[in-house]
């Protein structure tokens, strides 16, 4: 079945430094790949799309990349700071349909200043 | 513009009584879903909507759970006597489309069952 895995553990890094988040999907092509950050007690926001066909996407320090042969999309904040902070969720388009998003238990990233 | 509203954002219910969730979307956006995440999961689709029509439910239980979205007013996400294991938290969103777009997302609808 359609799995979406994203690294459990805390990445903890130094302000300044870029952090990089990973997403791995298995059985499945997806159409899209999104990325969402989401703060305690909050709902997810929306960062990025990136679809099938592009291999990379930025938006300010942002940087999303999908390799459809090693079904992985890395995701990239560089000049990190602590308000970075947060767990990041990566989410595909369901197999079934394109409209459900399918999510990754999400990875927490917090940043020392 | 105001964002995905939804209400109550915190709501406590003793185990078999009701609880009801609303949403109200985005102005201009016709296209409203409901995710659960249970505390150190992932989000969990549970439904599609549009006006008046349910689009896709595969992922909401087959009982006590309903979900509509009325032609004037929010979408409702209706929970028939809630047991502990509903305990979660409910989150809506709402996208001018039906796919290929981001989604927005609520600030959710914390439920305790007690």
């Known amino acids: 079945s359609q799995k979406i895995e994203q690294n459990s553990e805390a990445l903890n890094i130094q302000e300044g430094k870029t952090a990089t988040l990973t997403c791995n999907y298995t059985n499945y092509s997806p159409a899209y790949l999104q990325w969402y950050r989401q703060d305690p007690g909050r709902g997810p926001v929306f960062l990025l799309l990136?679809?099938?066909?592009?291999k990379e996407k930025r938006k300010e320090r942002l940087k999303v990349t999908f390799d459809t042969t090693l079904k992985q999309s890395l995701f990239h904040i560089t000049a990190s700071q602590p308000a970075d902070s947060a767990t990041y969720l990566c989410a595909l388009d369901g197999w079934d349909s394109s409209y459900k998003l399918i999510f990754g238990s999400g990875t927490r990233l917090l940043v020392r200043p | 513009n105001a964002g995905v509203m939804q209400n109550p954002r915190h709501l406590v219910r003793r185990r078999g009584q009701e609880a009801r969730l609303r949403c109200s979307p985005m102005?201009?956006?016709?296209?409203v879903y409901w995710y659960r995440q249970l505390p150190e999961e992932g989000l969990k689709f549970m439904v599609y909507l549009q006006k008046e029509n349910i689009i896709d439910e595969s992922g909401m239980p087959k009982e006590r759970f309903s979900a509509e979205f009325p032609k004037e007013g929010p979408s409702i996400l209706r929970i028939q006597q809630v047991v502990r294991g509903d305990s979660a938290a409910y989150f809506c969103?709402?996208?001018?489309?039906?796919?290929?777009?981001?989604?927005?997302f609520g600030q959710g609808t914390r439920l305790t069952v007690v």
């Open positions: 990136i679809r099938e066909n592009e």
């Open positions: 102005k201009g956006h016709s296209h």
């Open positions: 969103a709402s996208s001018p489309e039906g796919s290929g777009t981001e989604a927005f």
